[in-house]
């Protein structure tokens, strides 16, 4: 057995917070201990974080002939944290034009990582009665 390093992790798998600690061992990298978590949900959220980091993207893209400049939107699935800039950026090139609606795919496997972009919102094309809406 190598060097064992703790790092410490904040869950947000569930409302309990609970202060994380994963051993791993850096000659091995494997993770020998995790220690802190309160219910299942928290010992997979420590382990997830610690080997693969994973993050839902929530922005927003620019869109024409609409009532607002810009459509929110979300990936269809949390995708990898080192991704999530990359994504940010591609996603600032990105122009649609309305009307769109909620749950419409703004682009598919975004970046190759299985997640689709969606609409979180519906945006009726400028002038039309369903822009009376907030």
């Known amino acids: 057995?190598?060097?064992?390093?703790?790092v410490r992790y904040l869950?947000?798998?569930?409302?309990l917070g609970c202060r994380l600690e994963v051993d791993e061992?850096?000659?091995e990298h494997a993770i020998v201990e995790v220690r802190g978590f309160s219910c299942r949900r928290g010992k997979e959220y420590a382990i997830q974080e610690h080997t693969a980091p994973q993050r839902m993207v929530t922005t927003t893209v620019a869109i024409d002939n609409?009532?607002?400049?810009?459509?929110?939107v979300?990936?269809?699935?949390?995708?990898?944290?080192?991704?999530?800039?990359d994504i940010c950026?591609?996603?600032?090139?990105?122009?649609?034009c309305a009307p769109v609606a909620s749950g419409d795919i703004i682009v598919r496997n975004i970046l190759n990582t299985g997640a689709d972009v969606i609409a979180t919102r519906d945006m009726a094309q400028r002038g039309s009665l369903q822009?009376?809406?907030a």
């Open 1 to 6: 057995m190598g060097e064992i390093v703790t």
């Open 11 to 15: 869950c947000i798998g569930c409302p």
């Open 25 to 27: 061992d850096l000659e």
């Open 66 to 72: 609409a009532r607002w400049p810009r459509l929110p």
């Open 74 to 85: 979300r990936t269809s699935k949390p995708v990898p944290k080192e991704k999530v800039l």
């Open 89 to 96: 950026r591609t996603l600032r090139t990105v122009r649609v």
């Open 131 to 133: 822009n009376m809406e």
